[in-house]
Structure formats: structure tokens, C-alpha cells
């Protein structure tokens, strides 16, 4: 037995475990910074850094000081810092390679701060998050800006703008010059005065000829008879040719009616563009709001295309293992049924305070983690705040529910009691730049994504406000009087409702600013535009006046070939009965 | 590494048992073979310095089906995940799996499955095989050897003189 057994081995396998043990607890505070910041910059798409990280054995513990993680979006900007992030974890779980987190807390969280040095690195998520920074997929949001009524000038317009009554008109031009080319072509070959003539004179040779009817009866009967009868095929091949003129004539009477209609269509479709139409005053309110609503709703965006990320698992593990080979030396990781299942990374629950421009918020997230199918819970949040610097109360709560990954389902509400207003602009339109001056409001914001299918509404109102419009703002009647009438408000009120598919959402909004708005400046507008209609008929009708005048010219060309045929057709009639058979 | 391959050939023609020298090979096989950061090869560490086994061999021997297993572990992956996913185990490996030590020592992981499995069955046979070829090449071989026109070369190159200073260190590995 001592021949096979070294006793002293068993002492220097006790000091390599030692060494290794040491080399493990200087170095795993500096192993697990480093996977954090390269993870969370794979993960984010921009630099993550942190300024320490503390791994603690009894109780198992991490402790990570100075979290920082860049906006993709914004590289000079931190998406969030978090002074303070605490961890408690379940070490038999981490044994089981799952990262059980059963208390997190979070201190000193601050959102938009600045940074020193530029965060930005070269991914696919850089690429993904600017993608996602488009504005919000809805007609609303492509149609708010207030038609320039003040500073329309028709001749620009004009001359920018394409008339389809011109078109209409070259395309009737071309069409009446080809078949006039076509029909004095056809003109040519039918019979005309020349022939008649002819005929004329072979009658009177016939008449006084040696026989004369009453000679050579029967020769005399027979050249008359074949006269007759050419006559006759030349007046058939003109009363053919007439009959189908006549039809092409009347073809090209309804193109010239809608071809002299067109001009007046333009006038139209030019006033709807440019101009408001009375149902346009009904909703100047969004002309003020409309930018603010899709600014909200992008950043809203945002923020959930974030957050969703964080809990996204990008493919179920079954089927990422079969579909993809393994790396050289690291094989696949079979997963068998568990007696008590759970997720592979999970934080039971996160005590976290923001610190806002208002004060600090403090609330609770429960149940991150991606695999809410295995823990059988959604993520859910609850956050607030009372008696803050600006702002009376603001309870902000919601969830996150991923427990059937086919029918994902979150949900948002956001409540803000006497938020104190100062400066926050409404409208950044070069028109009309909307300030709130000052105001309190009151927000409720509910909102459900379900299945893709997103509903939510909001209602805000603004009370003992004082709106400003900044001086650079356009000048102009209708301008000037929506902006004295936004100064002279005290407050208003709004209401948002969304809804549709996330891809093609539809924003309804309604305001009271609508009223006060179209009482102030309505009837100023409706003088502008009718001013506007007047100046437009008139340009566009001494635009299309010439070409019209032209294609006027053109048509009575073309119905000169009707009066020839019909000039043919009586001479060829005349001559026929002057034809008469000697009995 | 030349130093090495001399202590070896040392060993080998010395009167060490050929069971120290077969077991270091086989230990270094699974070592090899199998993920080195695995919670089995700690275990093998500890085999390795508490028996009385060929410390040169088991280096050598862990370079060497360190080298190999890298080239064949796709056929690893392919039999490790086959073993893990067939029907007839998957009791045995839901048991498994629910235990802690097991799933730390990583066993669902198709390569650790695969090459463990595999340098388990080969365990045996290579070390009987290796102990044979160990005796005969002392009773046979080696004597011949000496007297070959190459090994007469070799006593004149930088690896005889190697070998010598080795061979002067004296004593069991």
C-alpha cells in the first residue's frame, strides 16, 4: 500500500487549492467588474462602466459602486447611473449555474446624466436603437404642422406644383393632332369635289352623247347603271367614314368637358393642400400639441424597446440548441426537467430610488428575470412619490407579462398630481414655438400593449398657466391671432387616446384648445383662405388660358373634317339624282 | 518539453513499476480529454499527487490529449449529447441534474458527457495496454535498441546529453 500511496501529496494538493483559493479572492472583484462592464456593453450596445464591484462569500453578496450605462443613442449622455447597487444571492442556486438574486436594492439612481468622454461603441444594437428613434408609426404624427396661410405665395406654388389641367390638355392636344393628321390623310383618298366632278362630266357625256338616252338604248342603259352604282360606292365609303368620325367626335366631347373642368379641380386640390378647410379648425389644438403627443410616444417607444430588451430571451433554448453547432470545446448544455424550476437569472425583487428633477422616487420592481414562463410571474412595478419639490404625489406602476411568450401582455399607469410646469415647451415649430411658461398639471396615463395590440389614453390638464409664443415665431395674420389667443389662456385641457397595432397605431386628440382657438383665429382663417382660393383661380386659369385657348383652335380644326364629309356627301346625294334612267 | 521527454525514457528504462507510469498516462487521459476547469479533474489532481504515480508521464501525457481532444471534440459533442438525450437515461439524468455537486461537476454538458464517457472506457484497457508495451520494451526492446547504429548517433546529440543529466538526478518520480 505505501508503495502507491505519497502521503506528502495530499499537502501540496491542500496548498494548490490554497493558492488557488487566494489567487481567486484577489482577483474576483476585478474578473467579475470586468464580465459585468463587457456583458452590459454587448448587452446596451454603448460603454457600460463601473467604478468598483465587491464580491462577498458569507453571505454571498455583490456590491457594485458606480454604475454607468451610455444612451446608444447619445453617446455623450448616461441612459442611467446608479450610485449603488446591492446584491444578495442564493449561493446554492449559483452553484446550480443560476443567478438568483433574492434582494437587490438600488441607490442614487439618476437618469439623462452627462458624460466626460464619449460612450459609443460599433454594434447591432447601436444600429437597432437608432432604427427604433424613428418617429411613431402614425398619420398623426405626419400631418401637424400648420399650413403656411400667412406666407402662401401662389406663384411659387405654381410653379413648384404640377397642374394636371395642363396635362389633360397637352395629352387631348397630341390625341386631337394625331387623328387630324390621320383624317386629312383619309381625307385625301375618299371622294371628293375632283371626283364628283368626273362623274359630273361622264353624265353630261352620257346625256349628249351620239345616242344620247334615246340612242343605244340598251349600251346607254348599262353605262348608267354602272355610273349609279359608283356613285353609290363612294357615297356608302363617305357615309362610312362620316359615322366613324362621328364617333371619334364624340369620344373627344367628354375629354374636352373634363379637360375645361380640370383647371377649376386644380384650384381645388391645391386649396385642400395648402389651405385649411373649415374641418382643419376644428383641430388647431393639435397644430400646438401634436409635436409634444409624438415626442411622448417616441421616447415611450424608447424606453420600452430598452426594457423589453432586458427581458427578451432572443430564442427558446430547445430550439437555439438544435439549431445551432455548439463552439469548439464548449458543447451544449442539456436541460432536464427540474423538481422546483427556475430561471436561470431571476431578481426576486429591487428596492431602487431615482432621483428625478422633482425630488426622489423610490419603489419596487419584482420578478426580473426572462424567463417568465418557467417562474410562472410577471415582472411587476410600483413606484412613488409624495410632497416633492415640484410635484404633490406621482404614482407610477405597471407589469410586464411574459408568463405565455405567444401572447405578451404589459401594462403602464402613471399618475402626476399638481406637476409644477416651468418652461416646457409645447410646439418647437419654426410657426409657432409654444412655451408653458409656468402651470400646474395633473397627468393619468393608462396604457396596455396586448399581443402587439397597443390602447392607452391620456388626459392632462394645465391649470394657472401662462403660455408664451417666442418672438421669432412667422408673422401673419392667422399666426398672430392663434398666438394672442394661446397667451390670453390659463389653462387647458387634453385628452390622447391610442390604439391599434404597434406597427400602425392610431392617435386621437382632443382638446379644449380647439374652441378657444378656431373663436380666436377661425375667422381670420377663413379670410385668409378664401383670399388664397381667389388668387389661386387666378393664376392657375391664366396658366391653362393659353393651352386652352390652343386646344380650342385644335378642336374646330378637327370638326372642319366633319363639315368636308358632310360637303362631299350632299354633292355626291345631288349628283345620284340628278342620275335618271331613260324610263 | 526535451527535458521531459528524457525524464520519461528515464523512468521507462528504469526499474519503476510500469503500473506508476500507465496509471499517470491514464490519469492524464481523462484530465486531457475532459474540459480542464471540470469538478472531476480535481479529483484527479488529487489521485495524481496522493498516489505514487509518474509525475513527468502525467504532464506529458496531459499536453498530449490536451492537443487530441480539441481536434475531436465534435465527435464528443455528438456522442455526449446522444448519451444525454436518450430516452431510456432521462430518469437517470433528471436525477442527476437535480443534484447540486452534479450539475456543478457540469455533467449535462455534452462534451464533459462525451469525453468523459469515453476516456472512463478506455481507462482500463490502455493502462493493461501500456503496462504490456512498458515490460516488453524493457525485456525486448531496449537492449536492442542500445545497440542500433541510430541510437549510437543519438548518444552524440544535445537530448543524450539531456538524458544524462536526468539520469544523474536519481531516485523515484
Redesign the interface.
Known amino acids: 500500500m505505501k508503495?502507491?500511496?505519497?502521503?506528502q501529496?495530499?499537502f501540496?494538493?491542500i496548498g494548490?487549492?490554497l493558492i488557488l483559493t487566494i489567487f481567486w479572492l484577489i482577483f474576483v472583484d476585478g474578473i467579475v467588474k470586468r464580465t459585468i462592464e463587457s456583458y452590459g456593453t454587448n448587452a446596451v450596445g454603448a460603454k457600460v462602466e463601473l467604478a468598483d464591484a465587491d464580491l462577498k462569500l458569507f453571505p454571498l453578496g455583490l456590491t457594485l459602486e458606480g454604475l454607468a450605462v451610455t444612451n446608444p443613442d447619445r453617446p455623450m449622455e448616461n441612459i442611467v447611473e446608479i450610485s449603488r447597487t446591492a446584491l444578495l444571492l442564493d449561493p446554492?442556486q449559483l452553484?446550480?449555474?443560476k443567478v438568483i438574486v433574492d434582494e437587490m436594492s438600488l441607490t442614487g439612481i439618476r437618469l439623462n446624466t452627462p458624460r466626460k468622454t464619449s460612450g459609443a461603441v460599433k454594434t447591432h444594437q447601436t444600429k437597432e436603437s437608432q432604427q427604433a428613434s424613428k418617429k411613431p408609426p402614425s398619420v398623426f404624427c405626419d400631418s401637424i404642422s400648420l399650413p403656411a396661410i400667412d406666407t402662401l405665395d401662389i406663384q411659387k406654388i405654381l410653379s413648384e406644383e404640377k397642374l394636371e389641367s395642363l396635362e389633360m390638355i397637352q395629352k387631348l392636344q397630341n390625341e386631337l393632332q394625331g387623328e387630324n393628321s390621320n383624317w386629312q390623310k383619309r381625307l385625301q383618298g375618299l371622294p371628293g369635289k375632283e371626283k364628283f366632278d368626273d362623274y359630273r362630266s361622264r353624265i353630261e357625256k352620257l346625256k349628249s352623247g351620239p345616242g344620247g338616252f334615246g340612242g343605244g338604248l340598251l349600251g346607254s342603259v348599262g353605262n348608267l347603271s354602272s355610273l349609279q352604282k359608283e356613285i353609290q360606292a363612294d357615297l356608302d365609303s363617305l357615309k362610312n367614314a362620316q359615322k366613324q368620325f362621328d364617333q371619334i367626335k364624340a369620344g373627344f366631347g367628354n375629354q374636352f368637358q373634363q379637360t375645361a373642368a380640370a383647371p377649376l379641380k386644380d384650384v381645388e386640390r391645391l386649396k385642400q393642400k395648402y389651405a385649411l378647410s373649415s374641418q382643419g379648425l376644428d383641430n388647431l389644438g393639435k397644430v400646438v400639441l401634436g409635436q409634444k403627443v409624438c415626442g411622448g410616444l417616441q421616447k415611450a417607444a424608447e424606453w420600452y424597446k430598452r426594457v423589453k430588451f432586458v427581458l427578451e430571451r432572443s430564442k427558446p433554448k430547445s430550439e437555439k440548441e438544435k439549431e445551432t453547432p455548439?463552439q469548439?470545446?464548449?458543447?451544449?448544455?442539456?436541460?432536464?426537467?427540474?423538481?422546483t424550476p427556475l430561471p436561470d437569472f431571476l431578481i426576486r425583487r429591487a428596492r431602487a430610488s431615482f432621483v428625478i428633477e422633482a425630488g426622489e422616487l423610490s419603489g419596487k420592481i419584482e420578478n426580473i428575470t426572462p424567463d417568465q414562463d418557467i417562474l410562472g410571474c410577471p415582472l411587476t412595478y410600483v413606484f412613488s412619490g409624495e410632497k416633492l419639490k415640484e410635484l404633490q404625489t406621482i404614482k407610477l406602476e405597471g407589469s410586464i407579462n411574459r408568463i405565455d411568450p405567444e401572447t405578451p401582455m404589459d401594462r403602464i399607469a402613471l399618475q402626476l398630481k399638481e406637476y409644477k410646469v416651468q418652461n416646457a415647451s409645447l410646439s418647437q415649430s419654426a410657426d409657432l414655438p409654444v412655451t408653458i411658461k409656468e402651470g400646474l398639471a395633473d397627468i393619468d396615463l393608462q396604457a396596455k400593449l396586448e399581443g402587439g395590440s397597443l390602447n392607452g389614453n391620456l388626459t392632462a390638464g394645465i391649470k394657472s398657466a401662462s403660455l408664451g409664443v417666442d418672438e421669432g415665431a412667422g408673422k401673419g395674420p392667422v399666426l398672430g391671432a392663434i398666438g394672442s389667443a394661446l397667451t390670453q389662456l390659463s389653462g387647458f385641457n387634453v385628452k390622447v387616446d391610442v390604439s391599434g397595432p404597434l406597427n400602425d397605431y392610431t392617435i386621437r386628440l382632443s382638446t379644449d384648445l380647439d374652441q378657444a382657438l378656431k373663436s380666436a383665429a377661425g375667422r381670420m382663417i377663413q379670410q385668409q383662405a378664401e383670399k388664397f382660393e381667389k388668387e389661386l383661380k387666378q393664376g392657375v386659369l391664366a396658366k391653362a388660358g393659353g393651352p386652352l385657348d390652343q386646344l380650342k383652335t385644335d378642336q374646330n380644326g378637327f370638326n372642319s373634317i366633319g363639315s368636308q364629309l358632310t360637303d362631299r356627301l350632299k354633292l355626291g346625294t345631288g349628283l345620284l339624282g340628278n342620275v335618271k334612267k331613260p324610263f | 518539453m526535451i527535458k521531459m521527454i528524457a525524464k520519461l525514457f528515464k523512468v521507462i528504462n528504469s526499474e519503476t513499476?510500469p503500473g506508476q507510469i500507465s496509471l499517470a498516462f491514464c490519469l492524464a487521459m481523462v484530465a486531457g480529454l475532459t474540459?480542464l476547469v471540470s469538478l472531476h479533474n480535481?479529483f484527479i489532481?488529487?489521485l495524481?499527487?496522493?498516489?505514487?504515480v509518474n509525475l513527468s508521464a502525467f504532464i506529458l501525457g496531459l499536453t498530449f490529449f490536451t492537443g487530441i481532444a480539441?481536434l475531436i471534440?465534435?465527435v464528443?459533442?455528438w456522442m455526449?449529447?446522444g448519451i444525454?438525450?436518450a430516452g431510456a437515461l432521462?430518469g437517470l439524468?433528471?436525477s442527476?441534474?437535480?443534484v447540486?455537486?452534479l450539475?456543478?461537476a457540469?455533467f449535462?454538458?455534452?462534451?464533459?458527457m462525451?469525453s468523459l464517457v469515453c476516456s472512463v472506457i478506455a481507462f482500463v484497457p490502455l493502462y493493461m495496454l501500456l503496462n504490456l508495451l512498458i515490460q516488453r520494451y524493457r525485456e525486448h526492446i531496449l537492449a536492442w535498441v542500445q545497440k542500433t547504429r541510430i541510437m549510437q548517433l543519438l548518444k552524440t546529440s544535445k537530448f543524450y546529453s539531456v538524458y544524462q543529466a536526468v539520469s544523474g538526478w536519481g531516485g523515484r518520480s
Open positions: 508503495k502507491w500511496i505519497r502521503f501529496g495530499l501540496v494538493f494548490l487549492s446554492l452553484l446550480r449555474r455548439p469548439r470545446g464548449a458543447g451544449t448544455y442539456v436541460r432536464f426537467k427540474e423538481t | 513499476d474540459p480535481f489532481l488529487l495524481v499527487l496522493l498516489l505514487r480539441y471534440d465534435p464528443f459533442h455526449g449529447y444525454l438525450s432521462n439524468w433528471t442527476f441534474y437535480n447540486t455537486l450539475r456543478l457540469k449535462n454538458n455534452s462534451i464533459v462525451g
